[in-house]
């Protein structure tokens, strides 16, 4: 059974959110603040977590940041309003995709499925696949670890896929369309913001020269 960790301090969103994702056949815990949500994610260590920007104790970032610690764990992060500064943020520190406030359940799950299918389409792959090097990183699809220059650097569930696509393809221009479909699983444009979002992560952690911007077109990696 796949479980899913719902950290909101509203009840009746938390409580209407649960109910959703259980009639879809998801294990559901929730939490109402902060602290208690990291609690309950190291305890019952979920597939998933549905985590509210906004939160007593401590807010949906520090959240975030604290549960990825120990273990990557996929995260969908809920914004009460659609501003870039809150998007961009929540995406750097962790969260796999977010949705804005007010959303329907409808819309919910169809992401948190495309986000579960992704995790159990990367575990999949690493089997067998060879350590992926670029530059002075190397990727182990494996066990999920990167090294820059020997040094080890966490990476995000989401920022360690968009690296492997990248890399699988040293010196190929993926498109934002490419990268969205290949990555993430989705269809539609919907979403460059993301793409651009977790690249400029990815340049922090890895270095600045490590991802060439083809403007106008996407993105490419030189081995």
Not at 4 to 13: H, L
Not at 194 to 216: C, E, F, N, P
Request: charged content about 25%.
């Amino acid at each position: 059974m796949t479980t899913i960790v719902v950290i909101e301090d509203e009840a009746p969103i938390a409580d209407a959110v649960a109910a959703r994702l259980r009639s879809e056949g998801f294990v559901v815990e929730i939490a109402g603040d902060g602290p208690s949500g990291v609690e309950l994610v190291e305890r019952t260590q979920p597939d998933l977590v549905v985590l509210d920007l906004m939160l007593p104790g401590f807010d949906g970032l520090e959240v975030c940041r604290r549960i990825q610690r120990e273990r990557p764990v996929p995260v969908l992060m809920l914004t009460a309003r659609d501003s870039e500064t809150d998007v961009l943020v929540g995406l750097a520190v962790g969260a796999d995709d977010y949705l804005a406030k007010p959303f329907s359940p409808r819309e919910l799950v169809a992401r948190i499925r495309t986000i579960l299918r992704r995790v159990e389409r990367a575990q999949a792959g690493a089997a067998g696949t060879a350590v992926l090097r670029i530059g002075d990183v190397e990727a182990d699809p494996a066990t999920r670890r990167v090294l820059r220059a020997g040094e080890a650097v966490h990476l995000t569930p989401i920022e360690f896929d968009l690296l492997a696509v990248l890399g699988a393809k040293p010196g190929v221009v993926l498109t934002r369309e490419q990268l969205l479909h290949e990555v993430w699983g989705y269809r539609d444009a919907n979403g460059a913001r993301t793409v651009d979002s977790h690249i400029r992560s990815l340049r922090q952690k890895l270095g600045a020269d490590l991802i060439r911007t083809v403007h106008g077109v996407g993105y490419a990696v030189e081995g």
